[in-house]
């Protein structure tokens, strides 16, 4: 499909609100999803503070706060925090990695490359240009982010070499780890070049072959291999998993994403490392089993989720009402009372098209993403019933089987 966008791209962030129909909404970028506790603790205080004393996490692992009251404020304070390193590229930002790399699983340690791949895109001022949509993967070869349809990714195939993705496919050049940034950040001048208008790659009429073959006259020496198919996977670890350095991580569930600062302030002060997911869960890592134990003690009650057969973890949905003016109703009360009311039915059980439904009649198996309109913001990829709200009722259409 030939796509050429004439708008730019209406990305929020810290330095330009989104105006929400409830005010004006923040996105912070949270490279890797990799947040230090003062950071959580600061988003925490500036969501009670500043925010609707909420934190939503989003699904490219970044955070958002809503009806942002004092924006030079929260500027300041998430500067402060190093949540705003730069205000020419904040909105570029977009860079997920294999949550639980370098800790449990994976080839290699994704998490090393994030910091070096934020700091070139920081580095150089062209790539301000990059439309704030543009996603950028680092999978350690679990293949858990790399299903997510980022614009330019790598995957580890090994524990020294990367195949790069662009626009969501295997592209078939291969890289070492020590040029890996290098060929992302050429990747991202080619996008640029080719681009008229379009915000992804992929919209791009053959971007992504285009792309390759720009790369491949830049860098003539890189290896090529048979491309590999790559799914979206939903797979969320969730609760005890232990460490390769014997240390335990949590991963916890976010009824439909929506962290309250309360929770964020008490997983803040465990003093470890916390990593959003694209899955709008977190982890929570480096701790001895005592403290691990203690940790689910405390935020079980208070309403995280550490049971991995948790209805919560099927269901997602978009902001709705009040937060968006084109929901026709209160998305997620509709969805939550799904979960609390027992009309989430397990994975497996047959599931009939169905339309025109009250918001009490929604009776839906498995996956699930509830929208308020027809755009379906924040569905996960993969197979998922949509239950969409329509003029007439919910609209319930299972996945294609
Ligand atoms: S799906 Fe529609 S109602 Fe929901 S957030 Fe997006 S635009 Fe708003």
Redesign the pocket.
Known sequence: MVMTRTDSDSCPGVLRLHEAADGPLARIRVPGGHLRPSQLLTLAEAARDLGDGTIELTSRANAQLRQVRDAVELESRLEAAGLLPSATHERVRNIIASPLSGRVGGWTDAHGLVPALDAGLRADPRLAELPGRVLFTVDDGRGDVSGLGADIGLHAIDDSDYALLLGGSDSGLRVPADRAIELVLSAAHGFLDLRDGQWRLHEIPNGPTALADRLLVDHPDLATAEVMELAARHNIPIGWLNQADDLVALGAGVPLGILPARTAEFIAAVERPVFLTPWRSIFMTDMDEWTAEQVVRVLAPMGLIFDSASRWLQVTA???QPG?A??LTD?RADAAAAVEEGRVLPSGTPQPALTDLTAAEVVAAGRQHW???E???GRPRGAVTDIVAAPGGYRLTPPRS
């Open positions: 978009c902001a709705g968006c084109k929901s998305i929208s308020g309109c755009r379906r913001c």
